[in-house]
């Protein structure tokens, strides 16, 4: 019987450092011979994803409501490969999921109770690696798309600090202010031990008990 992978989640804000850190730890975990594969969220490469895209690079508005769906769906269309990853025992690093997509719909006064609605039934982490730091305004690349305005990405904190407190996950936060190799060495310490961890059967979000 083959062992299932493990699904390692990176969260944070805009330009915390997930994806440098998420696409390390997969090429060090393959070094390791650790069979894994990175997914990123959104997906822009398929339909979906690309009008995700044309929103947040500002050249589409559309409505927060139908935006966090929209988001919601290009998570459930790759579910299919996801499964096919985990139950062959790949394990999936990936860059962003649920969690980003209740608190920044949150950020924008949407319910909790709303925003989670819609993520019910998809995959629960085996570990959140959290890319904690309080500002990202001064890092390469910020204000290029919409989400990238420093009021909006504390109340993004905020809200991902709130669940946090409300799921009961191996959640970490890793100081993301430290250098590129410190923070990359943070991670190796949260994952490496748990790579061998029995996690048991893959779990699935069931948010009946969250309130903000």
């Known amino acids: 019987m083959t ?52 929103y947040l690079t500002n050249e589409t508005n559309v409505n927060d409501r139908k935006i966090h769906l929209m988001f919601t769906m290009n998570r459930w269309e790759e579910m299919t490969a996801f499964h096919q990853y985990i139950h062959a025992g790949v394990n999936v690093v990936m860059d962003r999921f649920s969690y980003s997509g209740i608190a920044y719909s949150a950020a924008k006064n949407l319910t909790f109770e709303w925003c989670i609605q819609t993520e ?54 890793v100081d993301a202010d430290e250098s590129v190799e410190n923070v990359e060495e943070q991670v190796r310490d949260i994952v490496t031990p748990r790579l061998t961890m029995e996690m048991g059967p893959l779990n699935y979000n069931d948010f009946s008990n969250m309130h903000a």
């Open 3 to 54: 062992t299932r992978g493990k699904f390692i989640l990176f969260e944070g804000l805009d330009r915390s450092g997930k994806t440098t850190q998420s696409t390390r730890l997969v090429e060090h975990l393959n070094k390791l011979g650790e069979h894994t594969v990175l997914m990123k969220f959104p997906n822009r490469e398929t339909p979906i994803g690309g009008m995700i895209n044309s």
């Open 120 to 173: 019910q039934g998809l995959p629960k982490p085996d570990i959140v690696l959290f890319m904690d730091t309080p500002n990202t305004s001064l890092r390469p690349g910020w204000g290029e798309e919409r989400y990238e305005q420093s009021e909006f990405q504390q109340k993004v904190r905020a809200m991902f600090k709130c669940i946090e407190d409300m799921e009961p996950i191996r959640w970490f936060n």
